[in-house]
Nanobody, 124 residues
Framework: QVQPVESGGGSVQAGGSLRLSCVVS????????MVWFRQAPGKEREGVAT???????TYANSVKGRFTISKDNAKNTLNLQMDSLKPEDSAMYYC??????????????????WGQGTQVTVSS
C-alpha cells in the first residue's frame, strides 16, 4: 500500500522546531521520488523539499539551511526536520511520492501518491 500517512504537525513559536514524518511504502528496487509540499490559505501549493532513491535532495530557497529532508528505508519513512521556523512557514504540509523516476520536480502534477496533510502553525 503506497498511500502516504503524515504525522508530526503542531503549533510552535517562531524560532522553534518541528519534525514531520510520513510513512510511504514504495518499491525500493525502482527509481522513486518523495517530496514535501505545503499550502497556506489562499496560496498555491508549493514544493518544499525532495529526496530520491539515491538520496539526492533539493530544497526550496525559502527553507534552505533551515529544513532537512531525510528517509529511513528500513521504516519506509520520509522525514522533514524543520528548524528556525518562521510564521510564514505556517501551512498544511503534504507528503507526496511517485515511482519510476529519480527526477523530482516541484510540480504537483508529477506525483500520484498523496497524504492527507498535517498542519504546521508558527506563531510570532
Amino acid at each position: 500500500q503506497v498511500q502516504p500517512v503524515e504525522s508530526g504537525g503542531g503549533s510552535v513559536q517562531a524560532g522553534g522546531s518541528l519534525r514531520l514524518s510520513c510513512v510511504v511504502s514504495l518499491d525500493r528496487y525502482r527509481p522513486y521520488c518523495m517530496v514535501w509540499f505545503r499550502q497556506a490559505p489562499g496560496k498555491e501549493r508549493e514544493g518544499v523539499a525532495t529526496i530520491n532513491r539515491l538520496g539526492t535532495t533539493t530544497y526550496a530557497n525559502s527553507v534552505k539551511g533551515r529544513f532537512t529532508i531525510s528517509k529511513d528505508n528500513a521504516k519506509n519513512t520520509l522525514n522533514l526536520q524543520m528548524d528556525s521556523l518562521k510564521p510564514e512557514d505556517s501551512a498544511m504540509y503534504y507528503c507526496a511520492a511517485r515511482s519510476g523516476s529519480d527526477y523530482c520536480p516541484y510540480d504537483r502534477a508529477a506525483y500520484n501518491y498523496w497524504g492527507q496533510g498535517t498542519q504546521v502553525t508558527v506563531s510570532s
